[in-house]
C-alpha cells in the first residue's frame, strides 16, 4: 500500500479515457498528457490502460508501506527521497519505509507516477480516469486527500521481472542502469510550437484572424485546467458574427468564443460545443500542450492533415519499438 | 441520401447530414448512427450524434495507406444502403416534474416574464411534445426542442453556482434538466426524482437522441415515494 502524507495540489487517478460512452455525454477524461501516461505503463511492465497518478505542479508526499516499482514521466516535479532526486523515464524500486516527494515543478506541468501491477482501482465504463466535475471514476470520482491510501494489484508478467531485477535490500531505492533514447523524450521551455491542422471553421474567421492565429504567441492563462486551455494574445473573430449548431468536438479542438480568445479543449472536455473552430492540435503535440503551465507561450504552426497522421502513425511505431526493447532488457 | 464528410483533427470523421435543425436531419442522424452502432466496424472507436451530423472516432492504426482517406471510403461504403425514416422508432419517456416550490424557485418570474399565473406555467410546459435532439454539455445532459414560446424567459444576469442534480430549468427557448449538479443561469421551474444520469447501467444517460418526452407534473408526496427516502 501507499500512503498519501500530504496531497498535491491536484493528484488524480487516469488512464487512456473512457471511449464509447459521449453519446451519452460522458466526458472521456484520461491522461492530459497520454504519452507520458504510456511510457510509465511500460516502463514498469504494466499495459498502457493501467491507471496512472496524474499530479500537477505540486505534487504529494507518498509513503510507501510495501516494496514498488515506479516510474515517473512527463513534467519534471522534482521527485526526491530524502532529499535525493529521483530519475524520470526508467524503472525505480522504492523500498518499503521510503517517502517519495514531488514537487514543486521545474519544468513542464504534469508527471505521471506508475506502479508496478497497477493501482487497485475499480473500472468504471471500462476506464479508471477521474472525471472530477461529475465525481466519477478514478479513486472515488476525486483528487487524492491526505490520509488516503494507495492499493496495488499483484504484479505479473513483466511487471514482476521486472521488479525482482530490481529488488534490493536495504538500499532505498535503486533505478535501472538505463533509460529510453533521447529523441522520444519532449523536450520542456516555457515556449511551445504546437502543429495543428485547420479547425472546422477555419474558413469562417476573418483574414487577418487567420494571420493572428498563425504568426502570433498566445499565453496560458491561469484560468487553464484539464477541461481546457484558455489563451491571451491578439483576439480572433469571424469574418461575419453567426451561430454555429452544437457538434461534436475533440481533444485539441481550438475554439474561439465570442470574447475572441481562443481555447484548447483537453482531457475533460465536455463533447459537444457550439464555438467555431480555428484549427485543432496535431494528436502527437497533445502531451506538449499538457506540459504547458500557466504563463507559458504557445504558438501554432499549421500542418496538412495527412502529415499529422504521418506522424501519429511514426510516434505508435516508435512506442511499439519502446516497448519492445523493454521487454528485451527484462528478458 | 446526401451528407458530407470532413475532418475533425486527425482521429475523427464528421458526417454532415443537413445544414439547419430540423425532424427530417434529426431522422438522418438518427440512421447513421443505427447503422454505425449495428455494424460496429473495427476502425470505429465511437460516435456522437448531434443536431445535423454525426462524429465518428476511428483508429489510425486500423489502415494502411492515408487513414482519413480510407476511413472515408469506409464510410461511403457503409452509409450506401441507408435509408433515413425507417430506424427512427422513438421511445417517449414520461418524466414526473414537482414544479415550483423549494426546487422550482423561479416559476413566480418566467410566469410573471411572460404575464401568466405559475399554474399557467405548469400546464403549458406539462403539455408541450418535446424531443430529444442530442445528448451533450454534461453526462446525461438532453437538448431538448419543442418548448412554447409562450413560457421562454431570458437566463439569469448572474449564474447560481450550484443547481442541484434533476433541476428543469428554462433558457431562452429551451427547456432542460441537469443530471448532475452544476453551476448555470437556467430559470428552473421544478425538479424530477428521475436519476438522468446513471453510471453504473448500460446505457449510463436515461434519455438517447431522438427520445420523445413529455413532462407531467406530481405532488410533493409523490414525488417523495419516487425517491423512495432518497434525498
Known sequence: MIKVRKAGLSDTIQDLGRFGYQK?????????????????????????????????????????????????CGGDLSASINGKPVPMWKPVFIEKGTELKIGPAVAGCRMYLAVAGGFEIPLLMGSRSTYLKAELGGYEGRVLKTGDTLKVKGRNGQAEQIFSRLECAACGIQSADWTITKNVLPVLSDHYEIRVIKGRQYDLFSKESRHRFQTSQFAVSSQSDRMGYRLTGPTLQLETEQELISEAVSFG???VPADGDPIILMADRQTTGGYPKIGQVASVDLSTVAQARPGNYLSFREISLEKAQELYVRRERNLQELKTGIALKFR | MDYTLSPLGDQAV???????????????????????????????VESVPSYTSVTVFYRLEAFEGVPYEEVCKRIHQLLAGVQPGRSASRRTVRIPVLYGGEWGPDLPFVAEHNGLMPEEVISIHSSGEYLVHMIGFAPGFPFIGGMSEKIAAPRRKTPRLRIPARTIGIAGKQTGVYPIETPGGWQLIGRTPLELFLPEQNPPSLLVAGDRIEFYPISQKEYDEMRGGRP
Not at chain 1, 510509465?40 to 500537477?56: D, S
Open chain 2, 14 to 44: 464528421v458526417i454532415e447530414v443537413d445544414r439547419d435543425i430540423s425532424m427530417k436531419a434529426q431522422d438522418k442522424v438518427l440512421a447513421v448512427t443505427a447503422l454505425l452502432e449495428e455494424r460496429s466496424p473495427d476502425w470505429m
Open chain 1, 24 to 72: 451519452f455525454g460522458v466526458v472521456t477524461s484520461g491522461a492530459m498528457d497520454a504519452f507520458a501516461h504510456r511510457v510509465a505503463n511500460l516502463l514498469v511492465g504494466n499495459e498502457e490502460t493501467e491507471g496512472t497518478l496524474e499530479m500537477t505542479l505540486v505534487g504529494p508526499r507518498l509513503y510507501f508501506e510495501e516494496h514498488a516499482v515506479i516510474a515517473l
Open chain 1, 253 to 255: 479542438s481550438i475554439q
